[in-house]
């Protein structure tokens, strides 16, 4: 029997088929793997991330004194919605005093300051009555440089704050209005004596007194007569003057 001589070059070549096969063989089964254990990774990490919670703070506890109204009224307790109907009770009353103070004010101005028959507006028609009076101007001076102002105080600034007055209703229904008021002028001083009256039948005021008094000089008579009923006295009936 003859001995086979080995040829080393034959049997690489018949050697690398099964080589290169091999190798193949394990680079996909190493890919696979990879890519396996990755996508077994996301699977895990999603599951994870969509089964945890999104942690909430602990709300404050809502009291009389800092409760916004951002928490709902289902999810407060049986305290907290004491405290929030005793909050909004309190700022529905200072709402209310408010409102009401606010038109009590508004009532004052407009009956003192703004009425036609408002204390403020006779004072007002009874100065203009007084400038434009010559008598007047002859004792005190031009109309224009004559002032008027309520009762003297020793604060310049409140001159002119304070007109004493009085009102009353007599016994057969008439209002009388009565307030005095002074005068300066570059020639002198005076005093203005005001009497009004208005019965229940009347809209308007009447004058039943105007004067001037200028001291050192007879008063003028602006308004009325010799005495407070301007001159204008009713007769007597049965002992008793009616109007």
């Known amino acids: 029997m003859m001995a086979t ?19 193949i063989s394990t680079v996909r089964v190493s890919r696979a793997g ?14 994870t991330n969509s089964d945890a919670k999104p942690s909430q703070p602990p709300r404050r506890h809502v009291t009389v004194t ?12 049986v305290g907290e919605k ?10 529905f009353v200072v709402i209310i005093a408010g409102v009401v103070l606010t038109g009590a004010i508004g009532y004052l101005l407009f009956s003192d300051i703004f009425s036609p028959n408002s204390k403020t507006s006779h004072f007002n028609r009874a100065v203009t009555k007084i400038r ?5 101007q002859a004792l005190l001076g031009p109309g224009s440089q004559i002032e008027a102002h309520g009762e003297p105080s020793f604060s310049r600034w409140a001159r002119n704050r304070f007109i004493a007055s009085t009102s009353e ?10 307030f005095k008021f002074y005068l300066t002028g570059p020639k002198n001083e005076g005093v203005v004596h005001v009497h009004l009256a208005r019965k229940p ?43």
């Not at 929030?84 to 309190?90: H, V």
């Not at 008063?219 to 049965?238: A, H, N, S």
Request: proline letters at 3%; one cysteine or more; charged letters at 30%.
């Open 169 to 178: 209703t007599d016994q057969w229904g008439t209002e009388h209005m009565r």
């Open 34 to 47: 990879f890519s396996t254990s990755r996508v077994a990774c996301a699977t895990q990490s999603s599951t």
């Open 132 to 136: 434009a009076s010559r008598e007047c």
């Open 66 to 77: 800092n409760d916004t109204g951002a928490v709902r009224w289902s999810d407060l307790s």
């Open 82 to 91: 004491a405290a929030r109907t005793t909050q909004q009770s309190f700022n």
């Open 201 to 243: 039948s009347e809209d308007e005021w009447v004058y039943r007194t105007l004067a001037v008094d200028v001291k050192g000089e007879k008063r003028v008579w602006l308004e009325g007569g010799e005495g407070e009923d301007g001159g204008r006295k009713g007769p007597k009936i049965f002992g008793a003057r009616w109007w």
């Open 5 to 23: 001589i080995y040829k080393p070059l034959e049997a690489i070549q018949l050697l690398r088929p099964t080589l290169r096969n091999a190798r």
